[in-house]
C-alpha cells in the first residue's frame, strides 16, 4: 500500500468504504426483511414447540406442481421433534398438488386459510394398502384400498387444522374411474387416521372427495369440531365424518352438505368386524347442520358388527335430508346398536324423520353367518320438532328378533301436503312414546299426559372426551 500514489490510496479506499457500507446496508435489510412474520393463533389439544413452513422444502403452490415428495420431505424432518415438544408444518397460501402422504405423532398440520391442499390425479402417488381387518375386504373392489390423502398409523396425539383452510379431493377423477370399473382397489378418503390416540381435525373445508372425507378407524379421543363440507355433484359415499371401531369421539360445529350420510357411525362388516370386536362407543356429536337428500342426518350403520353403544346427539338441524336419524343393519351382521340418545332435533323438508330397517342387505361375501343377529335396543328420541316431512317414520325389526326398548318423546312432525296416508309402519319393533304427533304405529303405544314426563331421558353425565382441554397456540412464520 506505501508504494502507491496517495491520490490512488484515498479512491481505493473510499471505494472499500463504499463496498464496506453497501454491505452494513445489504445486512441491515435483511435483517428487516427477517423480522416479516405471519402470526397467526390457533385452540388446539396442544401446541408445538418447533415450526416449518412446506415451502422449505421445496414446495411450490401453482396447482400444477407435484408436492408429494416435500409432504413427505417435510414429515419426515418434522418427525425427528417428536419427542421435543412436536411440531407443526404450515400451509400458507396457494394451490398445493400432492398426492398420499403420511404424519406423524406429536404433529399438526396448519393450512392457511386461502391454502388448498389439490389431490393428485396421478394414481402412482397413492400406494396401496391391505384391506381393513374389521372390512375383511375393500368396499369398492375386493381387494385392497388407495392410501386415503392425509394417512397415519399407530400415532399420538395429532392435530390437522387450520383457517378454515381447504382440502380438495378432485374426485371427479376417481369417481369416473369407478364408475367405469377401471380401479382394482377401494378409492381413496380425505383423511385416515388407524390405531390412533389424542386426534384432532378441525376448522377445516373439505371438497369433493374420492369417497368419504374423515375416516378415523380403531382409535379414541378424537375432536372433530367446526368442518365444513361441499359435495358438488357426487351422488354416493361421500360421509363426512365415520367414525369407526372408536371409542371418545366428540363431532360438533359442522356444516355439511352432502350425497351421503352426514355422519355415519360404524365398528366393522360381518364376520369380520364381529372377530374384530372393536365397538364404536362414547360419541358425542353436537351442533350439526346438514343437508343430505339422498341419505342421513346421522346413520348407525350398516357395518356395524363390532357394536355401536352410547351415542349421544344434540341441538341438530336437518334440511332437505332422507332421513333424519337412521339405524341400519342386517341378518348377518351380530353387533349390536344400544343406548342411543338423540335430543333437540329440527327437520325441514324430509322423506322420513325416523327410520330403522334390519333388511339392509349388504355383505362383505357370502361367508356371513345367517345365524349372527344383531341387537337393537335402548334407542331414546325426544324434544324434536319437523315440518313438509312425507313419512314419519319406517321402523322394521328382523323377525325373531325385533329392536327394542324404543323411547320417542314430545316430538311433533308436521305432514307435508302429499305425505303417505299412513305416517307410521311398523314391524318386529317395541317401545313407547309420549307427546308424538302424528299418533305412532300400535306397536310403540301412547303413555298419556303426564305418564312419561322423564322418559328417553338422556344422560346426564359427561364423557371423558368433553373433559378434553385445548389450549392457544400462537405461531410466527419466518419470510
Given amino acids: 500500500?506505501?508504494?502507491?500514489?496517495?491520490?490512488?490510496?484515498?479512491?481505493?479506499?473510499?471505494?472499500?468504504?463504499?463496498?464496506?457500507?453497501?454491505?452494513?446496508?445489504?445486512?441491515?435489510?435483511?435483517?428487516?426483511?427477517?423480522?416479516?412474520?405471519?402470526?397467526?393463533?390457533?385452540?388446539?389439544?396442544?401446541?408445538?414447540?418447533?415450526?416449518?413452513?412446506?415451502?422449505?422444502?421445496?414446495?411450490?403452490?401453482?396447482?400444477?406442481?407435484?408436492?408429494?415428495?416435500?409432504?413427505?420431505?417435510?414429515?419426515?424432518?418434522?418427525?425427528?421433534?417428536?419427542?421435543?415438544?412436536?411440531?407443526?408444518?404450515?400451509?400458507?397460501?396457494?394451490?398445493?398438488?400432492?398426492?398420499?402422504?403420511?404424519?406423524?405423532?406429536?404433529?399438526?398440520?396448519?393450512?392457511?386459510?386461502?391454502?388448498?391442499?389439490?389431490?393428485?390425479?396421478?394414481?402412482?402417488?397413492?400406494?396401496?394398502?391391505?384391506?381393513?381387518?374389521?372390512?375383511?375386504?375393500?368396499?369398492?373392489?375386493?381387494?385392497?384400498?388407495?392410501?386415503?390423502?392425509?394417512?397415519?398409523?399407530?400415532?399420538t396425539d395429532v392435530i390437522i387444522t387450520g383457517e378454515n383452510g381447504t382440502v380438495d379431493g378432485q374426485g371427479a377423477f376417481w369417481w369416473q374411474q369407478f364408475h367405469k370399473g377401471k380401479l382394482k382397489y377401494t378409492r381413496p378418503y380425505l383423511i385416515e387416521l388407524m390405531f390412533s390416540d389424542g386426534i384432532q381435525i378441525s376448522n377445516l373445508t373439505l371438497l369433493n372427495s374420492p369417497s368419504w372425507n374423515v375416516h378415523p378407524v380403531y382409535s379414541r379421543w378424537l375432536h372433530n369440531p367446526k368442518m365444513l363440507l361441499e359435495i358438488l355433484s357426487y351422488r354416493a359415499a361421500n360421509i363426512l365424518v365415520s367414525p369407526d371401531s372408536c371409542t371418545n369421539t366428540r363431532i360438533e360445529d359442522c356444516y355439511i352438505v352432502s350425497g351421503d350420510d352426514c355422519v355415519a357411525v360404524k365398528s366393522g362388516w360381518d364376520e369380520y368386524g364381529i372377530a374384530f370386536g372393536m365397538p364404536t362407543k362414547q360419541l358425542v356429536i353436537r351442533r350439526l347442520t346438514c343437508i343430505s337428500p339422498y341419505s342421513a342426518t346421522i346413520a348407525l350403520g350398516s357395518e356395524m358388527s363390532g357394536g355401536i353403544q352410547d351415542v349421544r346427539a344434540e341441538d341438530i338441524t336437518a334440511v332437505h335430508t332422507e332421513s333424519g336419524v337412521r339405524i341400519k343393519t342386517a341378518v348377518g351382521r351380530g353387533g349390536f346398536v344400544k343406548d342411543i340418545y338423540v335430543r333437540r332435533m329440527t327437520m325441514h323438508t324430509m322423506k322420513w324423520a325416523f327410520w330403522m330397517t334390519g333388511n339392509y342387505g349388504s355383505h362383505a361375501d357370502k361367508n356371513y353367518d345367517p345365524n349372527a343377529l344383531p341387537v337393537i335396543q335402548n334407542i331414546n328420541y325426544r324434544d324434536m320438532a319437523a315440518d313438509n316431512v312425507s313419512m314419519a317414520a319406517r321402523l322394521e325389526g328382523i323377525a325373531g328378533d325385533p329392536f327394542t326398548q324404543i323411547c320417542i318423546s314430545n316430538v311433533t312432525i308436521g305432514m307435508a301436503a302429499k305425505a303417505k296416508k299412513v305416517p307410521w309402519t311398523c314391524s318386529d319393533v317395541g317401545g313407547i312414546t309420549a307427546g308424538v304427533s302424528p299418533r305412532p304405529c300400535d306397536l310403540l303405544p301412547e303413555q298419556g299426559p303426564g305418564k312419561m314426563e322423564e322418559g328417553c331421558n338422556f344422560p346426564t353425565e359427561t364423557l371423558p372426551i368433553d373433559s378434553v382441554e385445548l389450549k392457544t397456540c400462537s405461531y410466527k412464520i419466518n419470510y
Fill in 1 to 155: 500500500m506505501d508504494s502507491l500514489p496517495i491520490k490512488f490510496q484515498v479512491k481505493k479506499n473510499g471505494v472499500w468504504m463504499l463496498l464496506l457500507l453497501a454491505a452494513l446496508m445489504a445486512a441491515s435489510t435483511e435483517s428487516r426483511k427477517a423480522k416479516v412474520v405471519d402470526s397467526f393463533e390457533y385452540i388446539a389439544m396442544n401446541c408445538r414447540a418447533h415450526s416449518a413452513s412446506i415451502t422449505e422444502f421445496g414446495a411450490v403452490g401453482d396447482g400444477k406442481t407435484s408436492n408429494t415428495k416435500a409432504f413427505k420431505d417435510a414429515v419426515d424432518h418434522l418427525g425427528q421433534f417428536s419427542s421435543d415438544g412436536g411440531s407443526q408444518l404450515y400451509v400458507p397460501a396457494g394451490k398445493w398438488l400432492t398426492g398420499s402422504f403420511s404424519v406423524v405423532s406429536h404433529f399438526t398440520l396448519f393450512l392457511h386459510q386461502d391454502a388448498v391442499l389439490l389431490a393428485s390425479q396421478d394414481i402412482n402417488e397413492w400406494p396401496v394398502l391391505k384391506a381393513l381387518p374389521s372390512y375383511g375386504r375393500g368396499r369398492d373392489a375386493a381387494g385392497g384400498r388407495f392410501a386415503s390423502l392425509i394417512f397415519g398409523t399407530n400415532l
